[in-house]
């Protein structure tokens, strides 16, 4: 990589990391988690920071039930571990907001990079680097705590080697391609295998040329191990960890979690009612999980045939690309060195997002890439064919075409700015209350009950522990009336409280 585009990586890293901690930092949010699946991803992440994947289930297991959680046979986060890996080191220096904030950085950077790497000029490669940063689909997310924040940029860079395998026939940057795809399998699913399926096209691609050539038998031998070997290691870590959490090798995480709270969770078509779940749901999740189940239920095959449109509509939809996909089809079709690393992965995951019954916007994501870098292409194509015409007036004509798209973006621009900017005027969310009132109580050693309200639905829960159950500084426990002496009788050393989660306040429990 030259100095050029070195100093642009920097520039593009500095850019996304100062809009995302804008984005997570904001007075509404202080770096707080929001949404159920945030606690639990930091909850998973911070059992890695001490060393472990699952806890020991505890006792009265049904006090402390939350979210994507497990109680019984083990405590832990119902998802593979890949985005938690990543909030990992962040949780262990004490500011996980961090996490997210550079996630934009590195996709913005890494977008720059794989556009490089398919052979984009250097403009068009920095257009695709700064398009995140003006969308309110894509920079928005990078202020919460969720998978998206890491996987986005290991698809980023996950294009980027898979593009440099073909282009240079070098094993390395297939094996970083394989070990790219491991992870992002650990952390969005479907992303993942979209990524396995572009590595096994780049694999065909490179055996059946070094057989043209007729290269060695170690040649291909080596390319074949470079693909195979980091992805069988990730088989043997992913059977690693279900073993640890699950007791058995073959059922992963969130099997075992939909089996005991969810049975209708997860791909695939829900045709007729499913099985009964095996834990009873607790009552403040309990609207959230029917929404889950009836979306599930109503799901067949028709449906999803009939919303590919709305699929497709949404991808197209995107700011600040939605004026201009049809200039990123243009340069998909035009460049064939983005056929494979770019075109195979955007079709093959959205062929796998669409067997899900969840249908906004968040989940097409990571369909994005995909379509900034194309738009990336189209916009370098544009610019070509502006130089071509000997005409004046045609060439006046191209010119003025290639500027369309410049005056869109830059509109695009300013009125996502404008929308950052009203973000710090939002009001405070929850949790920034709730655990404002939780904080004096850490240094007690406290148990809190949280008492949830009985007709709302909060899609929030703050009954996420430390790792460690025994030694927290402070227990939280669900709130369920006479059976709170039950735990209070196992922690009586511990002064017990009562929470109102929706008005904060704080009530002593008599012994």
């Avoid at 940029?153 to 394989?178: D, F, N």
Wanted: aromatic share 8%; net charge positive.
């Amino acid at each position: 990589m030259r100095k050029v585009d070195l100093a642009a990586f920097a520039l593009l890293l500095a850019l996304g990391t100062a809009e995302g901690t804008a984005l997570i930092l904001t007075p509404s949010r202080q770096g707080q988690p929001v949404i159920h699946d945030e606690f639990a991803y930091l909850l998973q992440a911070k059992m890695l920071a001490s060393g472990h994947v699952s806890m020991p289930s505890p006792e009265l297991p049904e006090f402390f039930e939350a979210a994507h959680v497990l109680v019984v046979p083990r405590y832990a986060a119902k998802y593979l571990p890949g985005h938690a890996l990543y909030l990992m080191p962040f949780v262990i220096l004490g500011v996980p907001w961090l996490g997210p904030a550079l996630g934009l950085g590195l996709f913005c950077a890494l977008l720059y990079c794989a556009a490089r790497a398919l052979g984009l000029h250097r403009a068009a490669a920095g257009a695709a680097g700064l398009l995140p940063l003006l969308s309110d689909n894509l920079a928005p997310v990078f202020g919460r705590y969720l998978s998206w924040t890491s996987a986005l940029p290991l698809i980023a860079a996950s294009i980027a080697c898979a593009a440099l395998a073909l282009r240079t026939r070098r094993a390395p940057w297939l094996a970083g391609l394989s070990a790219l795809a491991g992870w992002l399998f650990w952390d969005r699913p479907f992303a993942g295998l979209a990524m396995m399926i572009t590595l096994g096209a780049a694999t065909l691609v490179g055996l059946r040329e070094t057989a043209e050539v007729r290269l060695d038998r170690r040649a291909r031998l080596r390319w074949l191990l470079a693909a195979a070997a980091p992805l069988a290691l990730w088989g043997l870590l992913t059977l690693a960890v279900c073993k640890d959490v699950t007791g058995r090798f073959t059922e992963l995480p969130w099997a075992t979690y939909a089996r005991q709270y969810l049975p209708g969770d997860g791909p695939g078509f829900g045709p007729g009612a499913p099985p009964a779940p095996e834990r009873a749901v607790p009552a403040h999740d309990r609207r959230t999980f029917e929404a889950m189940e009836q979306g599930r239920r109503a799901f067949t095959p028709q449906v999803a045939l009939a919303a590919l449109p709305q699929r497709l509509a949404v991808i197209a939809s995107f700011e600040p690309t939605r004026l201009l996909w049809p200039l990123a089809l243009l340069g998909l079709v035009l460049s064939r060195a983005l056929w494979l690393p770019v075109g195979l992965f955007g079709l093959t995951f959205f062929c796998l997002q669409s067997t899900f019954h969840f249908r906004i916007a968040m989940y097409m994501l990571e369909a994005a890439p995909p379509l900034v870098l194309s738009l990336a292409a189209g916009l370098e194509g544009l610019a070509r064919l502006s130089q071509r015409p000997p005409q004046r007036a045609l060439r006046l004509l191209t010119t003025s075409l290639c500027s369309l798209p410049a005056l869109l973006l830059l509109t695009e621009g300013a009125q996502w700015l404008s929308r950052l900017q009203t973000r710090g005027h939002e009001p405070p969310v929850l949790t920034v209350a709730v655990e404002a009132a939780l904080a004096p109580l850490r240094s007690q050693h406290a148990l809190v009950f949280l008492r949830y309200p009985a007709d709302r639905d909060l899609n929030s829960d703050f009954g996420y522990n430390d790792p460690d159950l025994v030694h927290t500084p402070l227990l939280r426990a669900l709130d369920r009336g006479p059976r709170n002496a039950e735990l209070m009788a196992l922690h009586p050393d511990r002064p017990a409280y009562l929470l109102d989660v929706v008005t904060a306040r704080v009530t002593p429990l008599p012994r």
